[in-house]
């Protein structure tokens, strides 16, 4: 059974500082998700991953595959308040299997 | 659209006390889920459906049952609720692209479950 560690688990920072965020799995990954999941609120997709070392842009953030396609980052540059949430990857096999997130606090 | 509903947002149950959770969705998907989401675990798949009239069981089915009578809808029932099932429900929904499952799951806002 894959298994997605996701580290680190708790990060707070303040508003304007850059950070990165990781997902790795011991097994190769079919493709992987990324979700933002806000208090109160169910995961809502970011970006789907599907090509070896894919990198993919969504205004601050940028996603990456690694070639081996056993992990994946998230950068976010300028963290916003509003960037505050718990960030999810998902591997996506018949099934999307889910780690356990990591929650991302950004201070005014 | 309203999207993927779920009701009710809370619930307190005694130990024993049976409940339904509703979810529905008005995007005319074909595969609904279910998941149950506690600190540090993540989300984890309780049951699924890939389409109306059918059923399965994901990774942690024990002490719950589903039904998907309408496309639209998939219920959750807990028959006799423990207090191990205190947890955050979430129901999702999925599309098909060209009869293949689509990988992106809308979620609905959750259900937060109590027992006592």
């Known amino acids: 059974t894959q298994l997605l560690e996701q580290s680190p688990q708790f990060l707070s920072i303040q508003e304007g500082e850059n950070l990165t965020v990781y997902c790795n799995s011991s097994s190769v990954f079919s493709s992987l998700q990324w979700y933002r999941q806000e208090p109160g609120e169910g995961p809502v997709l970011l970006v789907t991953?599907?090509?070896g070392g894919e990198v993919k842009k969504l205004k601050r953030l940028t996603f990456q595959f690694g070639d081996a396609r056993k992990d994946s980052s998230l950068h976010i540059t300028a963290a916003q308040p509003g960037d505050t949430g718990l960030y999810l990857c998902a591997s996506i096999n018949y099934q999307l299997i889910w780690g356990a997130g990591t929650k991302l606090i950004i201070k005014p | 659209n309203a999207g993927v509903t779920q009701t009710p947002k809370f619930r307190v149950l005694k130990t024993g006390q049976s409940m339904t959770l509703l979810c529905a969705q008005d995007?005319?998907?074909?595969?609904m889920y279910w998941y149950r989401q506690d600190p540090g675990m993540g989300l984890r798949l309780i049951h699924y459906?890939?389409?109306?009239?059918?059923?399965a069981k994901g990774e942690v089915p024990d002490g719950y049952n589903v039904s998907r009578l309408k496309k639209q809808n998939f219920l959750l029932g807990l028959e006799s609720a423990a207090p191990s099932q205190t947890s955050v429900y979430f129901c999702a929904s999925s599309y098909e692209i060209s009869g293949e499952w689509s990988y992106e799951q809308y979620f609905g806002p959750g259900t937060r479950l109590t027992v006592t």
């Open positions: 459906s890939v389409g109306e009239g059918t059923t």
């Open positions: 995007m005319n998907h074909e595969y």
């Open positions: 991953v599907v090509t």
